[in-house]
């Protein structure tokens, strides 16, 4: 079973940038596709970055024009460039399969912070 390690995250002015990264211990490559997620506090975890195997991106609507989602299958990890972020992007992100099942595990996330 993969697992993975986030880190990247801190406190950040509105406005300001970050890159996260997602580290799996074990070969993902075979992996259709990997995606970042994000909980907000009183929130569901939702989606924000997909890629592909092939390095195909998609994006959520509310971070569109904001991330860039990349791969490297070489050294098995995601990366997450957020840019222009906003108070309301404040929330834990994690990174994981896509689609992801009910059952999956998580990793402890890396906490993410926009405030001035």
């Known amino acids: 079973q993969v697992q993975f390690v986030e880190s990247g995250g801190g406190l950040v002015q509105p406005g300001g940038s970050l890159r996260l990264s997602c580290a799996a211990s074990?070969?993902?490559?075979?992996?259709?596709?990997m995606a970042w997620y994000r909980q907000a506090p009183g929130n569901q975890r939702e989606w924000v970055a997909v890629?592909?195997?092939?390095?195909?991106?998609f994006y959520a609507a509310s971070m569109l024009g904001r991330l860039t989602i990349s791969r490297d299958n070489t050294m098995n990890t995601v990366f997450l460039q957020m840019s222009s972020l906003k108070p309301e992007d404040t929330a834990v992100y994690y990174c994981?399969?896509?689609?992801?099942?009910?059952?999956?595990?998580w990793g402890q996330g890396t906490q993410v912070t926009v405030s001035s």
């Open positions: 890629i592909t195997s092939g390095g195909t991106p």
């Open positions: 074990g070969s993902f490559s075979t992996i259709r596709a």
């Open positions: 994981n399969v896509w689609p992801v099942l009910s059952s999956a595990s």
